[in-house]
């Protein structure tokens, strides 16, 4: 196995994507136990790996910012080699970080085989991820094999922030809660055509909360605000709306004091199996590369549903039921 003191980890995409990495890097710093490791992030995820205690430096690729345009990219291209990392593990795949990491004098470039300048990786991996047949942890998992690291933790870890979490017990407070009363819906995705529709969403929130004990709270981006919206519309019970109204840190901090999240197939999905709270994660599609078994919930309190033919109110419905009855905690009004 390679010996390196300064190794740069790459994940610059979504929520989920950043949160499935989090087991190779718990590998990284298992077999470099006194190396510096630092992961570049999306402005958007950062809150999923600050204070993480096996990295040592969290980096914000700002593309929108002091990173944006042609200087903005030396500028990064500055960032990262004033740094003198010996090793990067790209996970997210983009000409960017590529090229990046070559104009830096990274040594060691190991990354996934493609057409965006995978020609620049000095350990190009065969880019097998499309075909869907394992999980997107344990791809993660395989790319660090090629340095001689061989892993099969899949235990995932999102730090808790200190703030966050003031936050959320004021707002259970505030609301006349306690943890554990609540069920979290989390209706957006970053496709559309991901989305289980409102209509359904709305009629299972009004028999949620006709059933149980137990308050539903909306959560999710700004972006998922429209669609909220709609379903705000289409209820009779109304639920707690704060989409848009949470940082990242927020959220997670809200689902730890969750009894259940139903969520499309998205981020916060994988966010709860890291916090293992029970999430019931809903399917729209199963084609190669965005199928159940690369991005199911990876977790025993882990359910998802799909169904050719759409998924039904009842189905979901009746998952929550058996959740509810094996864990020895029912809230029925009746």
Not at 94 to 104: M, T
Not at 249 to 261: E, G, K, M, P, Y
Request: include cysteine; proline fraction near 5%; aromatic fraction near 10%.
């Amino acid at each position: 196995m390679n010996k390196f003191d300064k190794i740069l980890i790459i994940r610059t995409d979504r929520i989920g994507d950043v949160v499935l990495t989090t087991p190779a890097i718990k590998a990284l710093r298992h077999a470099y136990p006194v190396a510096r490791i630092s992961i570049l992030v999306a402005p958007a995820t950062k809150d999923l790996v600050q204070g993480n205690p096996y990295l040592n430096e969290v980096l914000v690729d700002e593309r929108n910012g002091r990173h944006q345009g042609f200087m903005g990219f030396l500028r990064l291209v500055c960032d990262i080699r004033r740094r003198k990392f010996n090793a990067v593990f790209i996970f997210h795949t983009k000409r960017r970080y590529n090229l990046v990491c070559f104009l830096a004098g990274i040594p060691v470039r190991i990354g996934y085989k493609n057409e965006k300048y995978g020609f620049l990786l000095t350990h190009p991996v065969k880019d097998v991820r499309p075909k869907g047949e394992k999980h997107e942890a344990q791809y993660c998992l395989d790319v660090l094999k090629e340095v001689g690291i061989k892993a099969a933790d899949l235990d995932f870890l999102i730090p808790t922030d200190k703030e966050a979490e003031i936050w959320a017990n004021q707002w259970l407070v505030s609301n006349g809660f306690h943890g554990g009363e609540l069920i979290a819906i989390h209706t957006g995705s970053s496709d559309p055509a991901k989305c289980w529709p409102a209509r359904d969403f709305a009629k299972l929130i009004d028999f949620l909360q006709e059933r149980y004990y137990l308050k539903t709270v909306l959560i999710g981006s700004a972006q998922g605000t429209e669609h909220c919206g709609e379903i705000m519309r289409l209820t009779t019970r109304k639920p707690l709306d704060l989409t848009g109204k949470t940082s990242l840190a927020q959220t997670v901090s809200l689902l730890r004091r969750c009894r259940l999240l139903i969520s499309n197939d998205s981020g916060p999905v994988h966010i709860a199996s890291a916090i293992d709270i029970h999430v019931i994660s809903l399917f729209m599609r199963n084609q190669p590369g965005i199928n159940p078994q690369r991005w199911r919930p990876l977790s025993d309190k882990g359910i998802y549903l799909f169904s050719p033919q759409g998924i039904e109110v009842q189905e979901v419905l009746d998952n929550v039921e058996k959740i509810f009855r094996k864990s020895h905690q029912e809230f029925f009004h009746w």
